[in-house]
């Protein structure tokens, strides 16, 4: 009996000094947590002229293509890359093209997320009901559309300058400028400018991190 009581009084004390262990490990974990800076909103919502939109059936209500839409908000919680540009690609090997074309495929991959991507041209210099080459703009960036046929990637046209792109954070040195973001937090930022476009290990950067959001967004 007197090595039966021993040896439970020596359990006892043991799982009492793990839970002990534990306890602290949550306050040590906590105090971490709460040295951690807290994720960035998304800054503002951003109207723009949707270009071309084969998310949706062209009957479908929520098919905005030629319209001015809200990308932003229409994507809700969801795990999104937004793109900025401030030049329209010349063909299918530029950067910003291949990284449509990946991007497309990642919209694809997590449907069951959500995940979403769109591209924003910042090529007008007012806003697109008083800028007066928003035809011209528009039509060479739905030329691009055309030829990537990226279906699952809006294309939008908006001012390269404007209390939006500021909002943004948008640099006007940066001609690529790549946001991911989820559950309207930013997740990161990445500038690009025209001299130092994106290499094959910046796009294999972004992805990585956009499909972290979205395996996160699908549980």
């Known amino acids: 009996m007197r090595r039966r009581s021993a040896f439970g009084a020596c359990l006892l004390a043991g799982l009492l000094t793990a839970a002990a262990v534990a306890q602290d490990e949550k306050k040590d974990d906590k105090k971490a947590d709460d040295k951690a800076p807290a994720a960035e909103p998304v ?3 951003f109207r723009a002229f949707i270009v071309s939109d084969e998310r949706f059936d062209p009957k479908n ?3 905005r293509t030629a319209k001015m839409h809200d990308l932003v908000t229409d994507n809700g919680l969801n795990p999104v890359v937004a793109v900025f540009a401030r030049t329209v690609p010349a063909g299918e ?3 910003l093209a291949k990284l449509v074309k990946q991007l ?3 919209v694809q991959k997590y449907r069951a997320s959500r995940a979403a991507a ?3 041209f910042l090529t007008l210099e007012k806003e697109y009901p008083e800028d007066e080459t928003r035809a011209e703009k528009a039509a060479a960036v739905k030329a691009l559309a055309e ?3 990226a279906t699952l ?3 939008a046209l908006a001012a390269g300058k404007s209390p939006t792109t500021e909002a943004w954070k948008i640099g006007e040195g940066d001609d690529l400028t790549v946001i991911v973001y989820h559950r309207m937090k930013l997740v990161k930022k990445w500038g690009f400018s025209a001299d130092k476009p994106p290499t094959e290990e910046d796009i294999k950067e ?3 991190i956009a499909e972290k959001e979205a395996k996160v967004g699908g549980k």
């Open 43 to 45: 800054p503002a919502s």
């Open 61 to 63: 209500v929520r098919n």
């Open 93 to 95: 090997d530029a950067p």
């Open 104 to 106: 497309n495929a990642y």
């Open 118 to 120: 769109f591209v924003q």
């Open 147 to 149: 030829q990537l046929k």
């Open 153 to 155: 990637v809006p294309f």
């Open 206 to 208: 972004i992805l990585a």
